[in-house]
């Protein structure tokens, strides 16, 4: 295999973790030159939960945000250069990230690899497409200019919070959303298995209430989704808005529209030969979920408590159900239908 180490000419992504396992004397001490702003931004308000005791949620630019990761997202602003051929792919944690991962990263290296032998059976989805603002947070900045290009890239950061260069340049965002209330119920089961317990912290009616103020990872979510929503109407060939539920429902449409928009179509001899149907189901919860990569404990995942396999739960639409009163679920709707009021969103 080519050296990854410096920066040389390939036309498909790599795996992240084989770029900064090639390059991990460039990591740096984090920069602690925003500390003073991060002391003057608010503190969640009491009484609202948080599942990362040392890392409490922040206010910027309108959205809370655990305080590490606002580091990184300045990071970002400082140093960040969006080259034309970047690909952003943004969701509110818990609404397709593992999927979509796995699905774009597969869509653009499908000519470079046999399918059987593809790096999505070796690596998880996280580790070939890394987190933007967690790995600024983490002095990383100097292996993401190591990146040959194209490069791609996730990020939880809300439209508002972007850094300047990815709004001004030709790179493309891929933004997914997903029914609110799923969100909720992903991100309590996750939390929950991260903690040995979600109740431990808090109870699920005060999550569920601290998510119906906005106050959760990256919230309000209805500023996330209605930010890139608005974006996206503007500027049609800049993003490309999905849903979670649509996918599911038409996973091979989606996969046309997908590599259409990120700018690898399929070829009609592809669709011939059952490529899209095969991109698909490489990507498939239940093939993910199973891939021995997928359940094998990862060190850098360990230390922070996180087994792969946590982000593969049940990979359906509406487990709400199962876990919300009727009451509960129509406050919750009614509050995201009053924002989305206007802006042709449904959920
Ligand atoms: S994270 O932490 O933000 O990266 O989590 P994220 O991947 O956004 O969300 C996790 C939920 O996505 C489900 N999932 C999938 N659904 C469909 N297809 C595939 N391939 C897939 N992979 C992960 C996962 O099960 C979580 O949803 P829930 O409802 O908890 O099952």
Known sequence: MANYGSVS???????????????????????????ALLATLP?????????????????YKGAWIAKSLVRGALAMEQHFKSRPTDLLLVT????????????IFATLTRTSYPLDQHPLHTHNPHQCVTNLERVFSTGRRQIIEAIPSPRVFNSHLPYSVLPQTIIDSDCRIVYVWRDPKDVLISMWYFSGKIMGGADKIATFEEVYNSFCQGVNNYGPI?????????ESKQRPEKILFLKYENILQEPVKHAKKL?????????????????????????????????????NE??????HNISPSYFFRKGEAGDWKNHLTQEMAERLNTIIEEKFKGSGLKI
Do not use: R
Not at 261 to 275: D, H, L, M, T
């Open 259 to 295: 590599a259409h928009f990120i700018g690898c179509p399929y070829s009609e001899a592809e669709e011939n030969q059952g490529v899209v149907e095969q991109i698909v189901e490489l990507c498939s919860f239940g093939k993910l979920k199973n891939m021995d990569v997928n359940n």
């Open 298 to 303: 990862i060190p850098s995942m360990s230390a």
């Open 92 to 103: 509110s944690p818990k609404s397709g990230t593992t999927w979509l991962k796995a699905m």
């Open 43 to 59: 503190l969640q308000p009491s009484g609202t939960p948080n599942f990362h005791p040392k890392q409490p949620f922040i206010l």
């Open 9 to 35: 000419p390939v036309d498909f992504p790599i795996p992240y973790k084989i770029i900064e396992e090639a390059n991990n004397h460039l990591i740096e001490k984090p920069q602690e030159e925003h500390e």
């Open 222 to 230: 209805w500023s996330h989704v209605l930010g890139y929503w608005e």
